[in-house]
Structure formats: C-alpha cells, structure tokens
C-alpha cells in the first residue's frame, strides 16, 4: 500500500481501506486459479496478495486453509502497486466464512 499524499509526501500509519487488514501467519495456504500465493494480510473485505501478472478487475478464485478449514472465495483485483503485490476484494463472502475470518483475526 502506496503511503504518499498528493502532494508526493510521505504519510506513514494512514489507512485507506473501509476495514483494516491484519499481518496473517506465513504458513497460511493459499491459491489463486490453483497457483500458490502468499498472503501478506487479509481483512474482513479482501487480501493483499504476493503476486503478479494479474490486471485490475480481473475476477479469480483464491482458496485459503484457514483455522482447519478450505475456503473458497471469488475476489475481484483492485489494485496493483507493484508487479509483486495486488490487493483484492471479496466478491461473495459467505457468513460461515465471515465467521471463519473474523476468528482468524482474533487469534492474529
């Protein structure tokens, strides 16, 4: 996530997101379109992703092994910072999911 103002400055701790999202345990599993990714945080509304080569708006399917669980969650790209970080949002959250997640979180 890009920390800069329009006025080019740095603005360190400002959080742009509707919900926050939390550091998630490198040993999470996850995949999108059945290629293994690594999360670098989830929230209650979508994931920042290590990945690249996937354009803005494009539709997936991420799968995630989450508190004993497989998860899985259609998510629309919605940005990409770099060529190795994309953020994406939820499509569909189911409320066993929601669940699924919001203990995830508690845990975190």
């Known amino acids: 996530m890009s920390n800069r103002s329009t006025s080019g400055a740095t603005t360190v701790g400002i959080e742009r997101r509707a919900t926050p999202r939390y550091p998630v345990d490198t040993r999470l599993f996850a995949c999108i379109d059945g290629h293994t990714v690594v999360l ?11 990945a690249c080569g996937l ?18 969650l259609p998510i629309e790209v ?26 995830y979180l508690a845990e975190c």
Do not use: M
């Open 78 to 103: 919605i940005e990409t910072e770099d060529t190795q970080l994309l953020h994406a949002r939820f499509l569909v959250l189911e409320p066993s999911v929601r669940v699924a997640i919001d203990q």
């Open 55 to 72: 354009p803005r708006r494009d539709h997936h399917l991420l799968e995630l092994h989450l508190n004993r669980s497989h998860i899985s």
């Open 40 to 50: 670098k945080n989830i929230g209650r509304d979508g994931v920042a992703i290590h």
